[in-house]
């Protein structure tokens, strides 16, 4: 599959056009059919037959804000993997199926006013953020797998940067409407927590996935022996409650699963691509979220893509950055990033800069922002989260001859403040959080 080809139903019809999956995933590790459960089991597919193609192209395929917590989480929860099969497989939808749970919650921590966010796909994979007091201070929460607590559900904190340990929240039961527990800090101290579900400033939703899987692979014409079923993963984001019935936000809320279903076979590549999203941030009327993409083709290198959204929840529009920055940010904001890049460089600490190398002589090394090109999917990203603004850096356009992964550095919201425009949703988020 080309890029060309991607870029078709990855980029906006209109504005309701989203879709990826995490670039640098682990290849998915083989299996013999005999191993693979769905084919042992075919319980797991859809006992219906899969809708005919309609007779005119369907709008692009697209996915909505997604998964609230680590890049690392896609590749786990996508979990397909690749089938051989002497004949190809039936085409089938998998069943709809909820893979992440995300809940906010607002209350008391200790003397602190606090909101929390937490996401989870199964017990043991809590995670989530903690915007704690005035001025705020940042948490970030996760089940600790090594440390199992029976009966009760432990988080782990930490906070700032470098990361330090603040202790443990151990929840009383699982976390419900109400959120009850005690706070016990690093230094020993107990506090007790008093948090109910709440989504004041954001919107409730849970993840959904569905999955198509089965035909002749793209590679049968070339080579009738290599038996790999290609299969298309795609994950939807369900509003609940008001939110999704709301005529601003409307857009981006998942279709109906008759329309998921038509959108998926008119997009099957017959390869294998992945499709995903992972909201950054969710507060204070502002949604920030990365649409990311895999396609893992037979016979070629695997073709990632990432590109950010950012919402204003109480119209329901779109937002650039630039909108949200005063006029003239361009080069303070290279400083700054160029400040942590050089603080902070990915692996050896002797990385080959390309941006270092080609600067000319009597002017300053500053790196260039990755904003790529506004009407087409790269590996480069510029986006806001709930800890500052980050920036990937493709390894094609940081670095010089040796390959390295993309790399990703933030930039604090503390050191952003100063190039964020007056009256903006972002300087009111950040005068909420005391910045």
């Known amino acids: 599959m080309r890029r060309t080809s991607c870029l078709m139903w990855l980029l906006p019809v209109g504005s309701r056009l989203l879709a990826g ?9 083989l299996a013999r059919a005999a191993e693979v459960p769905h084919l042992a089991a075919p319980r797991h597919l859809l006992a219906t037959a899969v809708p005919a193609p309609p007779p005119a192209p369907l709008p692009a395929l697209y996915a909505i804000p997604g998964l609230l917590g680590s890049r690392g989480y896609l590749p786990e929860r996508a979990n397909i993997p690749v089938i051989y099969r002497p004949h190809p497989l039936p085409l089938a939808f998998s069943r709809l199926r909820v893979v992440a749970h995300v809940r906010r919650y607002a209350g008391q921590v200790g003397p602190y006013q606090a909101t929390v966010q937490l996401a989870w796909r199964r017990p043991d994979s809590v995670a989530g953020i903690c915007h704690l007091g005035w001025p705020m201070r940042l948490l970030h ?32 039961g699982w976390p419900g409407p109400l959120l009850t527990g005690t706070w016990v800090e690093a230094r020993g101290h107990r506090y007790p927590l008093r948090l109910r579900e709440d989504y004041t400033g954001a919107v409730p939703y849970d993840i959904e996935r569905l999955v198509l899987q089965g035909g002749k692979s793209v590679a049968w014409a070339d080579d009738p022996r290599d038996t790999r079923v290609p299969h298309q993963y795609q994950e939807y984001l369900h509003l609940l409650g008001v939110a999704g019935r709301r005529p601003a936000l409307r857009r981006w809320q998942a279709p109906p699963l008759v329309m998921r279903r038509r959108q998926l076979l008119a997009a099957y590549e017959r390869e294998r691509t992945y499709a995903g999203i992972e ?24 073709q990632p893509g990432v590109k950010s959204f950012l919402v204003d929840l109480v119209s329901g529009r779109q937002l650039t950055l630039a909108s949200q920055l005063r006029p003239g940010y361009n080069r303070p904001l290279r400083r700054l990033l160029t400040r942590h890049l050089l603080a902070d460089p990915p692996g050896d600490r002797d990385v080959p800069w390309k941006w270092l190398a080609e600067t000319r002589p009597g002017t300053e090394p500053l790196v260039e922002l990755p904003l790529g090109v506004p009407e ?8 806001l989260t709930d800890d500052g603004l980050e920036a990937t850096f493709s390894s094609y356009t940081a670095f010089t001859h040796r390959y390295v992964p993309s790399v990703t550095t933030l930039v604090p919201y503390a050191e952003l403040r100063l190039l964020v425009r007056p009256g903006t949703p972002l300087a009111r988020m950040l005068r909420a959080r005391g910045l």
């Open 141 to 172: 929460l996760g089940t600790d797998r090594h440390r199992p607590y029976p009966g009760r559900t432990v988080l782990t904190i930490v906070q700032g940067e470098p990361a330090r340990a603040a202790g443990t929240w151990r929840l009383t």
């Open 21 to 29: 999956l995490l670039p640098n995933c682990p290849p998915v590790p």
């Open 279 to 302: 909201v950054r941030l969710n507060d204070h009327h502002l949604l920030s979220y990365q649409a990311s993409y895999l396609a893992d083709p037979y016979g070629g290198r695997p």
């Open 376 to 383: 087409s999917l790269t590996d480069e990203d510029l986006l």
